[in-house]
């Protein structure tokens, strides 16, 4: 039997107002306008339990731990998403800088930005995201939350 966690049509665009009223300001401010929370001072930079994480504003899994990495960064650090077609990337130029945004595609969430500085026997790639876009679910409540069919990732 298929998990209907797997399935992209159970995850939809949730309304500004409706976030207003369900996300705290900070996760607010992230994920609809495009801030950053500050480094060593968010909830899943130092993170280092089995299980999920998933947007924010919508359910949708985007990382997993096993792909979570310490880069010193301050931020938590991803070398892949679960499923590259959960994520766009944006050209950002803001901050007089040229980057990727990444952004989480069914809840056009402002999730972080990826960079090319991460551990080369990971794939070389460092997303590097707000913790506040996220909602990490512990190993041990993945099956009742409806995510066991990702729990094979973990090993």
Same mark, same amino acid.
């Not at 039997?1 to 996300?23: G, H």
């Not at 924010?56 to 096993?66: D, M, N, Q």
């Not at 506040?132 to 409806?146: D, H, W, Y």
């Given at each position: 039997?298929?998990?209907?966690?797997?399935?992209?049509?159970?995850y939809?665009?949730?309304?500004?107002?409706?976030l207003?009223?369900k +996300?705290?300001?900070?996760?607010?401010?992230?994920?609809?306008?495009?801030?950053? &929370?500050?480094?060593?001072?968010?909830?899943?930079?130092?993170?280092?339990?089995?299980?999920?994480?998933?947007?924010?504003?919508?359910? &949708?899994? +985007? *990382?997993?731990?096993?792909?979570?990495?310490?880069?010193?960064?301050?931020?938590?650090?991803?070398?892949?998403?679960?499923? &590259? %077609?959960?994520?766009i990337e944006?050209?950002? *130029?803001?901050?007089?800088?040229?980057?990727?945004?990444?952004r %989480?595609?069914?809840?056009?969430?402002?999730?972080?930005?990826? *960079?090319?500085?991460?551990?080369?026997?990971?794939?070389?790639?460092?997303?590097?995201?707000?913790?506040?876009?996220?909602?990490?679910?512990?190993?041990? %409540?993945?099956?009742?939350?409806?995510?066991?069919? *990702? +729990?094979?990732?973990?090993?």
């Amino acid at each position: 039997m298929e998990n209907n966690k797997m399935k992209k049509e159970n995850y939809s665009k949730t309304p500004k107002d409706r976030l207003e009223k369900k +996300l705290t300001k900070i996760q607010y401010e992230v994920t609809q306008n495009n801030a950053t &929370e500050p480094p060593f001072q968010n909830e899943y930079y130092n993170e280092f339990k089995k299980g999920i994480y998933v947007d924010i504003t919508t359910g &949708e899994p +985007l *990382f997993i731990s096993s792909a979570k990495f310490e880069s010193g960064c301050g931020w938590p650090s991803f070398a892949k998403p679960i499923d &590259e %077609s959960a994520i766009i990337e944006v050209r950002d *130029f803001t901050h007089g800088m040229m980057r990727t945004e990444v952004r %989480s595609k069914i809840g056009d969430s402002h999730l972080g930005h990826v *960079f090319e500085d991460g551990p080369v026997e990971l794939g070389g790639l460092r997303y590097c995201i707000n913790s506040a876009s996220l909602r990490f679910i512990p190993k041990e %409540s993945m099956e009742k939350e409806g995510y066991e069919a *990702f +729990l094979t990732l973990l090993d």
